[in-house]
C-alpha cells in the first residue's frame, strides 16, 4: 500500500517556541492531506484540510494562526506549531488521499515543556 | 453536523469469547472505516465498507454496514489477548472527499 511519513516522530520543545511537522507521501502524489489532533486517551480530531498550492481549510474552533500549514509540493504537508504551548502537547497525525483510498502517516509525538 | 457515536468504549473480555462493538452515525456517508490502534502508536487500517449490506472478514474480525440504519458493527470471535487495543470507526459524510469524523473509540482488554 501508499507509505505516508511523518517526522519527527516525537520532539519535545520548550514553551514558546515553534516546531514543524511535517508529513510526506513516499510513492504518490497527494493534492490533498488531513492533520489530526490526538490527546491521550482520546479520538482524533480533524484540524485542517490541507490542500496542495492553496490554503489549508481549518475546522472550526481551530487557530489558523497557531497552527500554520503549507502544502507547496504534492508529496510534502507541513504543520508548525507556533508559540507552543503545554497544551499543545498531543499526539499529531496526517492522513493522504490516493486513489487506492487514504493512508494515515505514523504519527507525531509532541510535548512542550 | 456528523456525529459517531461507538459503545461499548471499554470493554474486557476472556480469551475464547466472542462480542460486538457498534458504531452509529447520523448522517448519510460515503464510506464507512474501522481502524484499529495500539498504545503510542498510529493508525492500522481494518476495513472500508462501502454500500448497503457490505460485509468484510479478516481473521477473528468481520464489519458489515447498514446504511438504512447507519449502523455498522465489529464482531469479534473467538478473541485472542493480540486483539487487546483500541479500535475506531470512522465515517465521511457524502462528498466530503476523505475528510473522516472519528468516533470516540473502544478500549478492547482481552484477558487470558
Known amino acids: 500500500g501508499a507509505v505516508v511519513s511523518q517526522h519527527p516522530s516525537w520532539v519535545i520543545c520548550k514553551s514558546g517556541t515553534s516546531v514543524k511537522i511535517e508529513c510526506r507521501s513516499l510513492d504518490f502524489q497527494a493534492t490533498t492531506m488531513f492533520w489530526y489532533r490526538q490527546f491521550p486517551k482520546q479520538s482524533l480530531m480533524l484540524m485542517a484540510t490541507s490542500n496542495e498550492g492553496s490554503k489549508a481549510t481549518y475546522e472550526q474552533g481551530v487557530e489558523k494562526d497557531k497552527f500554520l500549514i503549507n502544502h507547496a509540493s504534492l508529496t510534502l504537508s507541513t504543520l508548525t506549531v507556533t508559540s507552543a504551548h503545554p497544551e499543545d502537547s498531543s499526539f499529531y497525525i496526517c492522513?493522504?488521499?490516493?486513489?487506492?483510498?487514504?493512508?494515515f502517516g505514523e504519527g507525531s509525538w509532541l510535548t512542550v515543556v | 453536523e456528523l456525529k459517531v457515536e461507538q459503545n461499548p468504549l471499554f470493554l474486557s473480555m476472556q480469551e475464547g469469547k466472542n462480542y460486538t462493538i457498534y458504531c452509529n452515525y447520523s448522517?448519510?456517508?460515503?464510506?464507512l472505516y474501522w481502524y484499529r490502534q495500539d498504545p503510542g502508536k498510529s493508525l492500522e487500517s481494518l476495513f472500508v465498507?462501502?454500500?448497503?449490506?457490505a460485509v468484510k472478514q479478516e481473521g477473528r474480525l468481520m464489519a458489515s454496514l447498514d446504511t438504512k440504519a447507519r449502523l455498522s458493527t465489529l464482531h469479534i470471535t473467538a478473541a485472542v489477548h493480540d486483539l487487546s487495543a483500541t479500535y475506531f470507526c470512522?465515517?465521511?459524510?457524502?462528498?466530503?472527499?476523505?475528510?473522516?469524523?472519528f468516533g470516540k473509540g473502544t478500549l478492547l482488554t482481552v484477558n487470558p
Open positions: 492522513s493522504a488521499i490516493t486513489t487506492g483510498g487514504l493512508y
Open positions: 470512522a465515517v465521511d459524510i457524502v462528498g466530503s472527499n476523505y475528510k473522516l469524523t
Open positions: 448522517t448519510t456517508s460515503d464510506r
Open positions: 465498507l462501502l454500500s448497503n449490506g
